[in-house]
T-cell receptor, first 111, second 116 residues
């Protein structure tokens, strides 16, 4: 079955602490993985995608095909990182760009 | 910048009413999607459309239908609203994939629908 699992509903850290938001997937084809973020009172937006291999707002994520994981990491959390984060996957090269979303993790960065 | 506009931010309707949620995008995207967003359940795909008058069921289509008469507009219809359809509804669009890296989805602000 095609599935994205985010085991943590809530992750609370202090400002300056490292952050790791976990994401595991189950997919039979060739997946493309994404992280989407929703800040308070803002629309859902793309944060980063595995194929870009870039750091956005200090966040990175590496696709580990052996462990079927795509964890989101940041070495030093900031209060403005507080948001809901969704991991999602799509079939690479698919015509519809249809996404399968995880259940989301709420990141709360305490001052 | 891609603009996906949902007609209402908040909507209150009564059980049994027929409800229309409208979504318009301005980037000539082929693909459009309707999701519902519920705490603890994430985003679940209701329907999507890959061209005018073309549609496919998502994971939770029961109780919903859609209409895509024009490329820029994708409507979600609750045929007979029920209280368990109280939720946040998100519309998204993306261009057609071309066999290469997927294009990200662009989302609207959402419509918070309450069914009383």
């Amino acid at each position: 079955a095609q599935r994205v699992t985010q085991p943590e509903k809530l992750l609370s850290v202090f400002k300056g602490a490292p952050v790791e938001l976990k994401c595991n997937y189950s997919y039979s084809g060739s997946p493309e993985l994404f992280w989407y973020v929703q800040y308070s009172r803002q629309r859902l937006q793309l944060l980063l995608r595995h194929i870009s291999r870039e750091s956005i707002k200090g966040f990175t994520a590496d696709l580990n095909k052996g462990e079927t994981s795509f964890h989101l990491k940041k070495p030093f959390a900031q209060e403005e990182d507080s948001a809901m984060y969704y991991c999602a996957l799509s079939e690479y090269g698919g015509a519809t760009n249809k996404l399968i979303f995880g259940t989301g993790t709420l990141l709360a960065v305490q001052p | 910048d891609v603009k996906v506009t949902q007609s209402s931010r908040y909507l209150v309707k009564r059980t049994g009413e027929k409800v229309f949620l409208e979504c318009v995008q301005d980037m000539d995207h082929e693909n459009m999607f309707w999701y519902r967003q519920d705490p603890g359940l994430g985003l679940r795909l209701i329907y999507f459309s890959y061209d005018v008058k073309m549609k496919e069921k998502g994971d939770i289509p029961e109780g919903y239908s859609v209409s895509r008469e024009k490329k820029e507009r994708f409507s979600l219809i609750l045929e007979s609203a029920s209280t368990n359809q109280t939720s946040m509804y998100l519309c998204a669009s993306t261009p057609q994939g071309l066999g290469v890296s997927n294009q990200p989805q662009h989302f609207g602000d959402g419509t918070r629908l309450s069914i009383l």
